[in-house]
């Protein structure tokens, strides 16, 4: 039972343009979303998040996008930079009913071309 | 920067023996967690504690499994009695509580052997 879905596992995109990465969840009580990045051989590094109650959040390149009706979320990333180049994370979780345990989605791997 | 650390960074052990996986959370953290992935699978979440005991912990967390905070600074995995499919990275996490992000150490990648 797959509460975050991330369906592209690989998104390509050349250096300087807007990269997309799309999640949608299942679970309405998910009322916390987070993106994180992950390089190998490390751990996932906490990129953004978002809340229920808002629709946008931004921070620098980054900026999340919440449809709570579609439950479906986005992270931008403009412009795009080789560094970018990582597996990125969607995670959920309903802080209301738990001690914030995250549900992550499989990962969508970035690749920022030069 | 605050860092969560883990060790080993790499176990190789036998079928059927115990391991200990240890971390070390961010000091002023409340909120500690182990995650695992499967070799090309997604983060799974394993277990939660908070206030020196387990908070929540999902279906892969079975009897094998325990935790423990013995010291006030170290926080352990222990697997009893390893399987093959126990196999995996093993990533340990820290917080300060709701609504703020999780730190995750670098991981120890456990392979049964």
């Known amino acids: 039972d797959q509460q975050v879905k991330q369906n592209s596992p690989s998104l390509s995109v050349q250096e300087g343009r807007i990269s997309i990465l799309n999640c949608d969840y299942t679970?309405?009580?998910?009322?916390?979303f987070l993106w994180y990045k992950k390089y190998p051989a490390e751990g996932p590094t906490f990129l953004i998040s978002i809340s229920s109650i808002k629709d946008k959040n931004e921070d620098g390149r980054f900026t999340v996008f919440l449809n709570k009706s579609a439950k479906h979320l986005s992270l931008h990333i403009v412009p795009s930079q080789p560094g970018d180049s990582a597996v990125y994370f969607c995670?959920?979780?309903?802080?209301?009913?738990?001690?914030?345990?995250?549900?992550f989605g499989k990962g969508t791997k970035l690749s920022v071309k030069p | 920067e605050p860092e969560v650390t883990q060790t080993p960074s790499h176990q190789v052990t036998q079928m059927g023996q115990e391991v200990i996986l240890r971390c070390v959370p961010i000091?002023?953290?409340?909120?500690f967690y182990w995650y695992r992935q499967i070799l090309g699978q997604k983060v799974e979440f394993l277990v939660s504690?908070?206030?020196?005991?387990?908070?929540?912990k999902s279906e892969i967390f079975d009897d094998q499994f325990s935790v423990e905070r013995p010291d006030g600074s170290n926080f352990t995995l222990k697997i009893r009695s390893t399987k093959l499919e126990d196999s995996a990275m093993y990533f340990c996490?820290?917080?300060?509580?709701?609504?703020?992000?999780?730190?995750f150490g670098s991981g120890t990648r456990l392979t049964v052997v």
């Open positions: 679970n309405s009580m998910f009322d916390y």
């Open positions: 000091s002023n953290h409340l909120y």
């Open positions: 996490a820290s917080s300060m509580g709701q609504n703020y992000g999780y730190t």
């Open positions: 995670a959920a979780s309903d802080y209301g009913g738990s001690q914030g345990n995250l549900i």
């Open positions: 504690f908070y206030n020196n005991e387990i908070s929540e």
